[in-house]
Structure formats: structure tokens, C-alpha cells
């Protein structure tokens, strides 16, 4: 692919147009004397220098002798030397950049010409916001150039800008580095929540009194992994997560790679209902099931669910998050991990190529503070190699294990099933086994702490359980 990119150098000459943009007679974005105050104060008192080193880079400065005098207390610091006139004038002649001219007497006027470090920081942002605006011209004018190269892949040129702007806003937002105590609100309200036993609306849950017991639900920035075999249920228990948290009025964004919109739609009415979907699609069922179907089609039209069943990569994933920061998401899922194509044809292996998907997927997790549930399908070969990767990632596994002579209540059509729960392994790997139902009529998971009072062919509704037993409140989320 043809990359026609433009060199600072060339972007800031007075050639009248660069990259179709005319900019003749601009100054970019500077202030100099400012620069002067910053190296000033960090020749004069040592407290200063880390202050600015953490905030600055040598691109924050446009004069190129302040620039270098920069990098040579930069590398002073690195080496733990003091830093003053004489210092950096030795680590510019080390360096070789070192004018015997000029530079002593600018070092000294640096020096001289500031009193107290006391505004550093506020200068040092003052500089960073300058710098980062001539960042901004520069990806802006090279990404502008070469949108005009018919040689180029949209796609990927969309996706280098967005990684562009997003690094020069990580280089904005400042310092991440905070005191330990300001995790302790959210740890405090999390311990009275498990105390109390109270669950709050905007609380994101399984929706199963087993899993949730277990997991203590999902948390604001957990990794979720639902794993499974082949036709195991997999999808289904994301599924009932989507609809039970939304049923609470928590916005949920569902990419569905596996179905359509209109399949994901049915599948989740068929579930809500509790009819036979073989009858359905067939169109045997009676009246009474027509109309719950119909009924359960109109609850979930008003879900705030909002389903996108285009995205195919990491990337389109993320811009799909973005623009629908305005519906104030709760919980994001992804169904399926391994249908996601690689915007790298780099991977050596398949497993490979998976585990770094699920690490963007984590990375995403905590970058936009939004859980993600992700649906991963394994095989008895390769989920040992392929799993290993999702697991290090991952902040709670519930990985179905269905055995092929599990129990199977024939009279309700219920599969009994393993699923077993773990955690990071720096949590400490397993948290337990429970068992729950599959309903082969309904593709819908069950508890089966209460099956045995439930007649056959009338179906729990696990989410909404005054439609068919008041008592039943247990499954609620």
C-alpha cells in the first residue's frame, strides 16, 4: 500500500498547501516564552523537573534550541544528575549538539530570567495543549493527503485516524496516577451492597439466583467470557442476560455476529413467551400461544436494547460503543468471539489471533468503563490452546460444560447442566460449579431450585415471574 506521508518539517515550510489544505502565512500553534519559563524553572529548583517531565514530551516544545535543551535534562533526570547550566551545557556536548556559540548564553538568560517554579504545572498545560494542537495538523494533514491516494483502504485509514486522535487524547487528559484512596467510595458502597443484599435497578446481574450468588453479579468494568461447545446454550444465556438487565431499564448494545436483527428479535420474544419455538417456526402452535408470542414481541420493541449485527472487527466494534455514548450504555456484548476478523494478518496461529482479540476486548472493557459479556465457542481440541489466552484476560468465566448423559427431565424437557465459574486466575482461578436447566423447547436456561413445583408445559418466566408465580422471586434480578 502506498503511504504519502508529510514530515513535520515540510508540513510547518511556508509552501502555501499541504495536503490540499492551504496554509500560507500560519503560525502553528506555539508559545515560546512560555517555553523559556518551564526550562527556567526546572534549572532552578529540582522540584520542578518531574512535574514537567510528566506532563511534557520534546514534541510539547516548537523552538528546536528549547527542544534540545529539554532532551538534554530529560536524559540528566534518567540518570538521576543534577540539573543546572552547567549539566545540561556537559549533556548537550556528550550528545553532540552542544553550540558553544549560542547555547551558554541562552542557558544563563534561562536561568536568569525566572524568579520562582510556583506556575510551572500551569505553564507546563500550556505547552501541552500546544503542542498537542500541531499534532493534530500534522496526523490531520497527513491522513487528509492520503485520502486522496486511490490506493488506500478506507477502512483501515479511518481506523489509523481514530487511533490517532485517540493517542493525542490519552496524551491529554494528564497524570493517571492517583493516591489508592480514591478507590475507596466504590469499594465501600460495594461491600454495603453485599451486606445488605440489596440490589439497585442500575445494577447489571445474570438474572439466575445460582450465578449471580456466586459471581456477585457484573461489575462496572468486568470481562465477562461465556464459553461453550457447539449448540451448548451459550448464546442464549447472553441472550436472557441482555433482556433481563434491559427489563430493568439499563441500555444494553448487543453485536450480534452470529444472527440478524430479525433472528435475535424472534429468538428473544420465543424466550420471553416461553412457547415452543420448533411450533412456532413451524406455525403449530394454538392460540393462547400465538397471542403470548404476539404479547412478548410488543415487550421487546420498548427494551432499550440496541443491536448492531454489521461490525466484524475490533475496531468497528469500538466506533460502534462511541456513537452510542448518548444512549448511555450499560452492558456491551459480543456474540462471538471467534467470528471476529483480524485486522492483522500477522498471527502465526488461530489461537494466537483469538487470545489478541479478547485482549482488545479487555482493553475496551477498561478504556470505556463498560462491562462486555463476550460469547466464545471452544471445541473438545482446541480449547485448551485457545482457551488459555481468553483466560488471562478475562474477570469471570462461566464456562457450560454439557455432558452427554446429563440428567434430562423428560417431562419438562429440561437438560440438567454444569457450568462452572471462574475468575482471573490472580483471583484465584475457581469460584464453583452449579447446575442449571436447559429448556430444549424454549433454547432458554432455567434454575432448577424450583422446577418440581412448576407443572409441565407452563414455563417459568425468570425475569418476570409475577406473569405466572408470584412466590417465585428468587431468579429476579
Keep these: 500500500m502506498v503511504t504519502n506521508k508529510i514530515t513535520r518539517k515540510k508540513l510547518f515550510e511556508d509552501d502555501g498547501n499541504v495536503g490540499g489544505v492551504n496554509i500560507k502565512g500560519r503560525v502553528p500553534p506555539q508559545a515560546v516564552d512560555v517555553e523559556k519559563s518551564v526550562l527556567g524553572a ?5 522540584d520542578a523537573v518531574p ?13 528546536q534550541t528549547y527542544r534540545k535543551f529539554f532532551v538534554a535534562m530529560l536524559s540528566l533526570y534518567s540518570k538521576a544528575s543534577p540539573i543546572d547550566v552547567v549539566s545540561v551545557a556537559a549533556e548537550l556536548t556528550q550528545l553532540g549538539q552542544f553550540n558553544a556559540h549560542e547555547d551558554p548564553v541562552m542557558l544563563t538568560e534561562l536561568s536568569m530570567g525566572v524568579s520562582s517554579s510556583a506556575n510551572v504545572e500551569y505553564h507546563a498545560r500550556i505547552l501541552l495543549e500546544k503542542g498537542l494542537m500541531r499534532e493534530l495538523i500534522t496526523s490531520s494533514s497527513e491522513i ?56 439497585e435497578k442500575e445494577d447489571i446481574r445474570f438474572g439466575i439466583r445460582e450465578l449471580d450468588n456466586i459471581t456477585g453479579g457484573i461489575e462496572q468494568d468486568d470481562y465477562v467470557v461465556i464459553s461453550g461447545q457447539e449448540k451448548s446454550g451459550k448464546s442464549s444465556l447472553a441472550i436472557q442476560v441482555a433482556m433481563g438487565n434491559a427489563k430493568r431499564e439499563n441500555a444494553i448494545l448487543f453485536f450480534s455476529q452470529e444472527m440478524s436483527l430479525k433472528k435475535l428479535f424472534l429468538r428473544m420474544a420465543i ?22 408470542l404476539g404479547k412478548s414481541l410488543s415487550t421487546i420493541s420498548r427494551l432499550p436494547i440496541y443491536v448492531n449485527d454489521r461490525v466484524n472487527t475490533i475496531t468497528t466494534i469500538r466506533a460502534g460503543i462511541e456513537s452510542c455514548q448518548d444512549k448511555k450504555i450499560k452492558l456491551v456484548i459480543v456474540d462471538y468471539l471467534q467470528i471476529i476478523d483480524s485486522e492483522s494478518k500477522d498471527f502465526q496461529t488461530r489461537e494466537r489471533e483469538v487470545s489478541e482479540q479478547s485482549k482488545q476486548l479487555k482493553l475496551l472493557t477498561k478504556r470505556m468503563k463498560i462491562p462486555i459479556i463476550v460469547v466464545s465457542a471452544v471445541n473438545e481440541q482446541g480449547r485448551a490452546r485457545e482457551s488459555r489466552g481468553i483466560e488471562y484476560d478475562m474477570d469471570k468465566m462461566v464456562r457450560i460444560d454439557r455432558e452427554k448423559d446429563g ?11 454444569k457450568i462452572a465459574i471462574r475468575q482471573r486466575m490472580a483471583m484465584g482461578g475457581e469460584m464453583g460449579d452449579v447446575k442449571l436447566g436447559y429448556h430444549l423447547k424454549t433454547g432458554s436456561w432455567k434454575s432448577l431450585s424450583n422446577l418440581e413445583e412448576i407443572p409441565p408445559s407452563v414455563q417459568p418466566d425468570i425475569f418476570n415471574p409475577d406473569r405466572n408465580h408470584e412466590s417465585r422471586q428468587e431468579n429476579v434480578f
Design 271 to 292: 424466550i420471553d413467551s416461553g412457547v415452543n419455538w420448533v411450533r412456532a417456526l413451524e406455525r403449530k402452535m394454538g392460540d393462547g400461544e400465538w397471542q403470548r
Design 42 to 46: 526546572m534549572l532552578i529548583d529540582k
Design 407 to 417: 440428567k434430562i427431565d423428560e417431562e419438562r424437557d429440561i437438560i440438567e447442566t
Design 51 to 63: 512535574k514537567v517531565i510528566k506532563a511534557l514530551s520534546q514534541s510539547s516544545f516548537y523552538n
Design 144 to 199: 487528509l493527503n492520503r485520502a486522496y491516494d486511490d490506493t488506500e483502504d478506507p477502512i483501515e485509514l479511518i481506523s489509523e485516524a481514530y487511533n490517532k486522535v485517540q493517542g493525542l487524547m490519552a496524551g491529554f487528559t494528564g497524570s493517571d496516577t492517583v493516591h489508592i484512596s480514591a478507590g475507596l467510595p466504590e469499594v465501600e458502597k460495594g461491600i454495603a451492597k453485599l451486606m445488605s443484599g440489596q440490589i
